[in-house]
């Protein structure tokens, strides 16, 4: 597993300082990478573990092209982490085993299930009757798409994911509950990779909609009818809870909740573990987060916030006493 | 596709207001549905839609009689969200492909589990010794349900569900954790639904217990030794520790956490993302989420809270000292 | 399934007070032991529940032993929540069917996996190339084990558990997100336990690490690049970022999150629920977490926690103003 400097010019371009048939074996940071070694400074605030580092060859940007070509070889981008992301893809494509196209044989696939002859169709996948596979896209392990559930092209489902179950729907009768059979499907358009585990529910009536370039990480929850607007990415853990709408280009941080019905426009970013609890109609970061604290600190002040209220309260009558004394 | 509204009315009752032999294609929400569609409408609160709808027939209440047949078609039944769900109960028995009952051949069921000659065990479905499938349950794809659990009929269980994995059972030792091996199983009454990749762990020395009637949403996890009490419902990625007790009739919203040990009375709800971490002795709401802002606000919220007991204490002072000023 | 006092003590140890023939069928919880039960008393805060059970024999402390042989048979032991998980695993080995190692005929395993002849690669499992499985590892059913991820000896992994699927890594590039193919594995130490439908993301550049003796339970998300130390234990619903760093004999409570590349050094408890923004870098125990209350009461703090900063500033005017009322 190797790769020379030229070659990697070569295939991604780039201004290369140094030997273009110096070899390295594998990408690695900067703090860890010795001579066998490409790495890359993301931004400036690491300059100084690039002054330390043993790397072959670092890749960055234009503004730091002095400082690295005074250490060794160096390949000045203009986007160093976008490069180093599209170097990942190339010594993927150069070392790892190529898996041909087509449906491995314990999958289980209806035989009224459209699949690209393109895509890829891991071991003890199933897929249901009406479900269609776009072309590239790969179902690695043990991925179920449910009835009529549409996955576009260059889509890549990681294991365990499950999408088209039943959506949560319930009508109160007498103490129990009747089901709402889910008549919708789920649509997934084209560039989407959705992580282990994460489950996007079928619709009620409608479709649940995840557009273009969504990317969704691992033990996520999608309830129905959601909408995931188009380049919207989120973390590990997060729940979208029924009929939702997500805008594109949003990011939601791992472990953060939002909940059914709501509306989030474009752009919004909500942080790790926030739940949303009503519609964000203007771009920007939001964020709802108990700080933590050691324990005897929080209990202390978790007693207090259970009474601030009051001591809201008690702050205005000494206001208005204050007011009062004041004005004799 | 299809049915008429008079093969509606005969099947599941209402008053139908309108031609009998008008067909529909599908079901659909107020707003989207075209003169193919029948819609319904439950709350008063959404009279505008209904005025505006292009449906062909709408369910509404008797109070909303007048007004839903100056608009057309309509059907008046005592409450229109359940004649909805059992509405799309209909549509799917008439219209969804019968799965026959039985054992898919790519299940892996152990010779000594006793599978109810209707119940559906799908592709993929891991069934262990001594495991129970009540009549006309259903396991879709990729379902495990572990050595002597019981599941009881008319139950349905999504994708990568697991039954009766090993709780969470440690005895610390010198620094290290010794395994409690888990004895118990898990027991399952009769008409529950488990959403996608949902677990419930067996019992450490006696079984953990879902009740008839339980409803759980997806990505749930329920620890060792729970009992979920009769038509309790749970929203997606609930978490309920160890040997926690929920009554019956409880609601617990997505992403809410009951710690360990505790009890949670009949008729709890429970406010999504809520950590419950003491028991619950009266039915009511229960709530405890910090209130999500932009992130500058909540940052400045946040590092005041941390001083929030001080905060009361300076409050006290003040007023102490208000007090003795008042007391000449 | 039985086992005498004589032949338990034979096996652990311990001082047996009474008939060693005596026989038991079952291990139970003091309040539910009858006469055919063997029961344990872990704390001294559980000795009402000593006085009342019906337990033929009861594991307890040297502390105990009085009043324990009063009641009946005993067994007095240095550590009885330790015997107990002892002999949970005695009854397990006795009692259990033995499953012989091996790998199951529906598994799917590349041929250029190595697994241990003494693992046991359960049904419908997924081990893909270079993946190694140390000895007496089990593989319950529905595990992906991804490319050159390693497993050390006498692991366990529950169904639907994913190892290695792609860390969650993307570069921002004109509003789309360009993948960063993840080149690192997961490497898993001995003694490792992971619960149902956990998932263990390999690392970008260099391995995601879990160290021996980690007990994870189920639902758990662990990013790419993690560290978890030695004897580590997260309860279910935990997610950790890219990157954290968490130290040796940690717990972490369910549902916490650990945000990415922080450092928790050993000796760290979180709490259930509490969200870890930033390193801890001393031992002890830490918490975050909304108090929940009545839905009515939880209102009225939240909105005036927005306003905290403020309340704040206000509480600040009026001592101002008091000190300054107090100088005359």
Known sequence: MSL???????????????????????????????????????HARYRKELAATRAACVIVAPAMRDEAAARGAC?????????????????????????????????????????????????????????????????????????????????????????????????????????????????????????ANTCIDRGALEDTVIEDGVKLDNLIQIGHNVRVGRNTAMAGCVGVAGSADIGAQCTIGGGAVVLGHLKLVDGVHVSAATVVTRSILKPGQYTGVFPFDDNAAWERNAATLRHLHQLRERLRALEKNAASGQTP
Chains 1, 2, 3 share one sequence.
């Open 75 to 195: 390949l000045v981008v203009d986007d160093p982490y976008l490069y180093f992301a599209r170097l990942t893809q190339l010594w993927k494509a150069r070392h790892a085993r190529a898996v041909p196209p087509g449906i491995h044989p314990t999958a289980v696939v209806d035989a009224e299930a459209r699949i690209d002859p393109t895509a890829t169709i891991g071991p003890l996948c199933v897929v249901e009757r009406g479900a269609v596979i776009g072309a590239g896209t790969v179902l690695k392990s043990r991925v179920t798409v449910g009835e009529d559930c549409t996955i576009g092209a260059r889509c890549l489902l990681h294991p365990g994911v499950v999408i088209g179950a039943d959506g949560f729907g319930l009508a109160p009768h007498q103490g129990a509950w009747v089901k709402i059979e889910q008549l919708g499907a789920v649509r997934i358009g084209d560039d989407v990779e959705i992580g």
């Open 4 to 42: 020379s400097l030229g070659e990697i010019a070569a295939a991604l371009g780039g201004e290369l300082l140094g030997d273009a048939a110096l070899v390295v074996d594998r990408l690695a940071p900067l703090t860890s990478a010795g001579p066998e070694a490409i790495s890359f400074l993301s």
